[in-house]
Structures are given as C-alpha cells and as structure tokens.
C-alpha cells in the first residue's frame, strides 16, 4: 500500500521555466490538498479539491494551478516559475466529511524539494 | 481568524527527560485538533488527534497530549524522550469542517542531547 506518492522527489528549475507536480494516493480518498512548507511558516495551504473535477484555493494560491481530472491524482503546476516559488511541496490526502472524524485525518506524502534560480 | 501558534521555535532537551511542546489555537467552534512530525528529509506522520470526548489523548511513540479549551491549548507531552524523537513537531487545526483543510502552526524542532 504506497499511500500517498509525489513525483519528482527534487527539482531545479530556471525563473521562467515550467512544470507539473503529480501527487497519486491509492487510498480511495476523495479530499486531496497542496501544501507547502517554508522556514518558520510551518504548512500553507496552496489549492486543494474536495473531489474528482473540483479545486478550490487555499491560502497561497498566486503562481499556482491545479487540476483533479482523475480520484486518484492531484496537479499542481507552476506556469513561470519564480524563486520566491523555491519551498517543499507537500501533497495529503483524506476521506473528507463534515465535523471531527478520523475521515478528516490527512495522509501526506514524502515531499517534493524545488528550487528555482 | 483562525490560527495556531507554537510558541517555541528550538527546543534541546537530554534523552531520557521529559518534554511538552506548546500549542496554542484560535478557533471559533469546536476545534478539531492534530499533531504532527516530520523526520528530517521526510513527510509527516500523524502522532494523535483530538476531536471530542476525553481531553487527555495518546498517540503513537508514547506521546500524548492534553486538550485544554479554557487556554485554548493543546499541548504535546512526552514522560521520557528517546534520540530519535529528534523532529520537527506540527500542531494543526482543521480550519473548515467542511472542506477539511488544515491550519498549522510554526513547528518546533526538537533536538535530543545524548
């Protein structure tokens, strides 16, 4: 059971350049979220989607898309990549429902480093 | 707004002593309530979570923590710190009952004194 699988695991990118995130969980979940994690700032939430064909934004959404064309995978692409963009990307996952639930337990995957010139 | 704030940035403790790990919310309805760790290079793992019931709750590698609604807190405790509990440690809330996002807080990094 792989759980939750981002790809690539490091990147480096040139200002200007682009690329896509893929985030994949065999878990059945239907919430998939977008984080990423910077010194001091702990996780911020970029986009997320509550469902196959929906995305919403989250708190940091600027220089971000996504899209959640299949249950199981979860984009998140950078059109021109900029180095204030340089962070760890974090991809999670639930079963999602209304009010405190283990269903609202969120599955993370192991991180994408990217770094932008 | 809702928020959580972790007050302690660095933490450096001798293995074998205790620790507690400060974690304070800001949350208008009933809070649902997680930490987190994250081992360097690595992704987080769920330590133990609080959504109602007994405020006193145990996680996994002998954590537990304490929901405390009156100080808003809800603070991560360990009797006897072992080497590898080494970390960075996350406390979060979900901010959205309906969507299920999270909210964290600034992380702690624990280091372990042999």
């Known amino acids: 059971n792989a759980g939750v699988t981002q790809t690539p695991k490091f990147r480096v990118l040139k200002t200007g350049q682009s690329m896509t995130l893929l985030c994949a969980q065999d878990?059945?979940?239907?919430?998939m979220y977008w984080y990423r994690q910077d010194p001091g700032m702990g996780l911020r939430l970029i986009h997320y989607s509550v469902g196959e064909g929906t995305t919403a934004k989250g708190e940091v959404p600027d220089g971000y898309n996504v899209s959640r064309l299949k249950k199981q995978n979860f984009l998140l692409g950078l059109e021109s990549a900029a180095p204030s963009q340089t962070s760890v990307y974090f991809c999670?996952?639930?079963?999602?429902?209304?009010?405190?639930?283990?269903?609202?337990?969120?599955?993370f995957g192991a991180g994408t480093r990217l770094s932008v010139l | 707004a809702q928020s959580v704030t972790q007050p302690d940035i660095h933490i450096t403790v001798s293995e074998g002593a205790s620790l507690e790990l400060r974690c304070n919310y800001s949350y208008g309805a009933t809070p649902y309530l997680f930490w987190y760790v994250q081992s360097p290079g690595q992704g987080l793992q769920l330590l133990l979570k609080y959504f109602s019931g007994d405020t006193l709750v145990q996680g996994i590698k002998g954590f537990e923590a304490e929901f405390k609604r009156s100080q808003s807190s809800f603070n991560l405790r360990k009797p006897s710190v072992h080497w590898s509990d080494a970390a960075e440690y996350f406390c979060?809330?979900?901010?959205?009952?309906?969507?299920?996002?999270?909210?964290f807080g600034q992380g702690t990094t624990l280091q372990v004194k042999p």
């Open positions: 878990m059945n979940h239907e919430y």
């Open positions: 979060a809330v979900i901010g959205s009952s309906n969507t299920g996002k999270l909210i």
């Open positions: 999670a996952s639930s079963y999602g429902t209304t009010g405190g639930s283990a269903k609202n337990i969120q599955y």
